[in-house]
């Protein structure tokens, strides 16, 4: 059975960090690319983050530019988002996401094919 699962989300205080795993079992997801989504409460699912099969290029949500880094470990199936200066607005359920198909840089939830369960991530200010 093919699933993500993701980790390390948890309750931390403004201006903390967290960093999130999202590991890929049943199949290799070297050669695919890998997102993170959130949806907070009341709000539909947004785009956060997206990086290529390779790792080399990453792209992110204007709303998390500069303070979120994604990157990827493919020898372990992992992908990862260190989040730092965190504010009580990333406050979500964040979910890693996979494609299938693609290698670039995807941003569209649509084009994703393997999504995680969420792990929840709380900012108290």
């Known amino acids: 059975q093919v699933q993500l699962v993701e980790s390390g989300g948890?309750?931390?205080q403004a201006?903390?960090?967290?960093?999130?795993s999202c590991a890929a079992?049943?199949?290799?997801f070297s050669s695919n690319?890998?997102?993170w989504f959130r949806q907070a409460p009341g709000k539909?699912?947004?785009?956060?983050?997206?990086?290529?099969s390779s790792g080399v290029r990453t792209y992110y949500a204007d709303s998390v530019k500069g303070r979120f880094?994604?990157?990827?470990?493919?020898?372990?199936?992992?992908?990862?988002?260190?989040?730092?200066s965190l504010k009580p607005d990333d406050t979500?359920?964040?979910y890693c996401a996979a494609s299938r198909g693609l290698r670039g840089l995807v941003i569209r939830d649509y084009e994703y094919d393997l999504w995680g369960q969420g792990t929840q991530v709380?900012?108290?200010s």
């Open 25 to 28: 079992s049943g199949r290799t």
């Open 15 to 20: 201006g903390g960090s967290l960093r999130l």
């Open 44 to 52: 539909e699912r947004e785009f956060v983050a997206a990086i290529t």
């Open 10 to 12: 948890g309750l931390v």
């Open 92 to 94: 979500a359920v964040y």
């Open 69 to 84: 880094t994604i990157s990827r470990d493919n020898a372990k199936n992992t992908v990862y988002l260190q989040m730092n």
């Open 33 to 35: 690319a890998r997102g």
């Open 122 to 124: 709380t900012v108290s």
